[in-house]
């Protein structure tokens, strides 16, 4: 297979800020809004914080600068850039094994991913026909439990979300992925800036700026240490081939790797936190509500807030409506590496290959629909079907793909050739970049893995 003749087949962005928005806009989605809000209330507030912007640093941005940069030097989908790049550098074509597990975990990730996500579309339905209106805490749990065990409803919002997310992907990098990004980003932000004045116009700020801002050191514990790792990891969506499938598509200008990548952590930091202003001061404000409430704080307890509130079924809305921006923004992603190869390798039809990929994911996503009702009592190591797709794709799969990025680019890869792809910053960062992720990014998601795996097996 001479892949050189295909390389650039899937096209190019047609700027360096279309692929920050599509690269932040693959970062950012229900990690940002759904996850990071209630793991900081489950792991002391502010400190957690500080540790997690460690951890971005010292993990998510040298990363990402690697995948970026393998992408964007093979100008092919990450196992054919695998491949290609073992090759130059003349080591084991194994190596291309990095790329097939990102592709594998992207399309698992997705499967389950569709379904919260059309949770999000089944919501924002909710929230624009006034359910919430003065809703209590017995009914807004039975809502959503009701909607768990409603199996022709999650089956709807599976496939809802899942044609939408298709429908972009086969519009092509330009077309599709290049205008989504253009678009969907600036209106999540857009979103979130009213949300969060609405939160300071009608909830408790000066509680939610408390919590998510004080130092309290006695709240951080070991294990809230290796959770701040991992998600600092989980939530740029670094090790599923997406970021890699991305760079490929920079376009051919000389673009600084270094300052864009720091661009897009900034984006998804930013996000983050403002969705904690978001949701914190509603929660606040409302006494019958813990911040630390777990997933529900998102599905159960912030329709009681919003219910109670001046205008709450309007604002209810534009953030269901957000959270659906932000999935769909991250779902194009994990499909795009699966689809960029075979129209690389196989010479398929765009349209026609996201379509049978589309079915696949979506029988797959069926083991998830199942697992909140019918096939609950099921288990596979202790765990329900969705659970158990959750901790092998967050907790090994990625983890291991980043960790064998960071090794290829680190020590594996020839400097010469890395130089030449990010030598464009200052001497000094780049020394800096080249021995954290060599010696540091290796070590901490080592740690990561290791001690995920070892509660995962004691439990």
Same mark, same amino acid.
């Not at 629909?369 to 190591?381: A, E, K, R």
């Given at each position: 297979?001479?892949?050189?003749?295909?390389?650039?087949?899937?096209?190019?962005?047609?700027?360096?800020?279309?692929?920050?928005?599509?690269?932040?806009?693959?970062?950012?989605?229900?990690?940002?809004?759904?996850?990071?809000? =209630?793991?900081?209330?489950?792991?002391?507030?502010?400190?957690?914080?500080?540790?997690?912007?460690?951890?971005? +640093?010292?993990?998510?941005?040298?990363? +990402?600068?690697?995948?970026?940069?393998?992408?964007?030097?093979?100008?092919?989908?990450?196992?054919?850039?695998?491949?290609?790049?073992?090759?130059?550098?003349?080591?084991?074509?194994?190596?291309?094994?990095?790329?097939?597990?990102?592709?594998?975990?992207?399309?698992?990730?997705?499967?389950?991913?569709?379904?919260?996500?059309?949770?999000?579309?089944?919501?924002?339905?909710?929230? $624009?026909?006034?359910?919430?209106?003065?809703?209590?805490?017995?009914?807004?749990?039975?809502?959503?439990? &009701?909607?768990?065990?409603?199996?022709?409803?999650?089956?709807?919002?599976?496939?809802?979300?899942?044609?939408?997310?298709?429908?972009?992907?086969?519009?092509?990098?330009?077309?599709?992925?290049?205008?989504?990004?253009?678009?969907?980003?600036?209106?999540?932000?857009?979103?979130?800036?009213?949300?969060?004045?609405?939160?300071?116009?009608?909830?408790?700020?000066?509680?939610?700026?408390?919590?998510?801002?004080?130092?309290?050191?006695?709240?951080?514990?070991?294990?809230?240490?290796?959770?701040?790792?991992?998600?600092?990891?989980?939530?740029?969506?670094?090790?599923?081939?997406?970021? +890699?499938? =991305?760079?490929? =598509?920079?376009?051919?200008?000389?673009?600084?790797?270094?300052?864009?990548?720091?661009?897009?952590?900034?984006?998804?930091?930013?996000?983050?936190? $403002?969705?904690?202003?978001?949701?914190?001061?509603?929660?606040?404000?409302?006494?019958?509500?813990?911040?630390?409430?777990?997933?529900?704080?998102?599905?159960?307890?912030?329709?009681?807030?919003?219910?109670?509130?001046?205008?709450?079924?309007?604002?209810?809305?534009?953030?269901?409506?957000?959270?659906?921006?932000?999935?769909?923004?991250?779902?194009?992603?994990?499909?795009?590496?699966?689809?960029?190869?075979?129209?690389?390798?196989?010479?398929?039809?765009?349209?026609?290959?996201?379509?049978?990929?589309?079915?696949?994911?979506?029988?797959?996503?069926?083991?998830?629909?199942?697992?909140?009702?019918?096939?609950?009592?099921?288990?596979?190591?202790?765990?329900?079907?969705?659970?158990?797709?959750?901790?092998?794709?967050?907790?090994?799969?990625?983890?291991? &793909?980043?960790?064998?990025?960071?090794?290829?680019?680190?020590?594996?890869?020839?400097?010469?050739?890395?130089?030449?792809?990010?030598?464009?910053?200052?001497?000094?960062?780049?020394?800096?970049?080249?021995?954290?992720?060599? =010696?540091?990014?290796?070590?901490?998601?080592?740690?990561?893995?290791?001690?995920?795996?070892?509660?995962?097996?004691?439990?």
């Amino acid at each position: 297979m001479k892949l050189s003749i295909q390389q650039g087949v899937n096209g190019r962005w047609r700027s360096r800020w279309t692929f920050i928005f599509a690269a932040a806009g693959s970062a950012v989605g229900l990690g940002n809004i759904w996850k990071f809000p =209630y793991i900081v209330g489950e792991n002391g507030g502010g400190a957690f914080v500080l540790v997690y912007l460690a951890c971005i +640093m010292a993990i998510g941005i040298p990363i +990402m600068m690697a995948e970026v940069m393998l992408g964007r030097r093979a100008r092919l989908s990450p196992i054919n850039a695998m491949l290609h790049l073992s090759r130059e550098s003349k080591v084991s074509h194994w190596w291309s094994g990095v790329g097939w597990s990102g592709v594998l975990a992207g399309i698992l990730i997705l499967s389950f991913y569709s379904v919260v996500a059309g949770w999000a579309f089944h919501y924002l339905m909710l929230a $624009m026909s006034g359910d919430f209106y003065q809703i209590e805490a017995q009914s807004s749990g039975a809502l959503f439990s &009701g909607l768990l065990s409603n199996i022709p409803a999650l089956i709807s919002w599976h496939t809802l979300f899942l044609l939408i997310t298709l429908g972009i992907v086969a519009g092509g990098v330009v077309k599709g992925l290049g205008t989504a990004a253009r678009y969907m980003m600036p209106v999540l932000l857009l979103l979130l800036m009213v949300l969060v004045i609405y939160s300071a116009a009608v909830g408790d700020f000066a509680s939610a700026l408390s919590f998510l801002f004080n130092f309290n050191t006695q709240a951080l514990q070991w294990n809230s240490v290796s959770v701040a790792l991992g998600h600092a990891f989980f939530t740029l969506s670094l090790g599923m081939g997406a970021i +890699m499938a =991305y760079g490929a =598509y920079l376009p051919d200008t000389k673009i600084s790797i270094g300052r864009t990548v720091l661009v897009i952590g900034i984006l998804d930091t930013f996000v983050a936190i $403002m969705a904690g202003l978001v949701i914190f001061p509603i929660v606040f404000a409302n006494a019958s509500v813990e911040p630390s409430a777990g997933p529900g704080l998102l599905f159960v307890s912030l329709p009681i807030a919003f219910g109670g509130m001046t205008a709450g079924s309007f604002f209810a809305a534009l953030f269901f409506f957000l959270v659906v921006i932000a999935a769909l923004s991250s779902g194009i992603s994990m499909i795009e590496p699966t689809v960029s190869w075979l129209v690389e390798t196989k010479g398929i039809s765009r349209l026609k290959i996201t379509a049978l990929l589309g079915v696949a994911v979506w029988l797959v996503g069926l083991g998830t629909v199942f697992s909140f009702n019918v096939w609950s009592d099921v288990t596979l190591f202790g765990s329900t079907f969705f659970d158990a797709l959750d901790f092998l794709t967050a907790n090994i799969m990625l983890p291991l &793909g980043g960790l064998f990025i960071a090794i290829f680019v680190g020590w594996v890869m020839k400097p010469s050739f890395v130089a030449e792809e990010i030598g464009d910053i200052r001497r000094g960062l780049y020394r800096c970049w080249y021995f954290i992720l060599r =010696y540091v990014s290796p070590v901490l998601l080592g740690l990561v893995f290791c001690i995920t795996l070892f509660n995962k097996l004691s439990s």
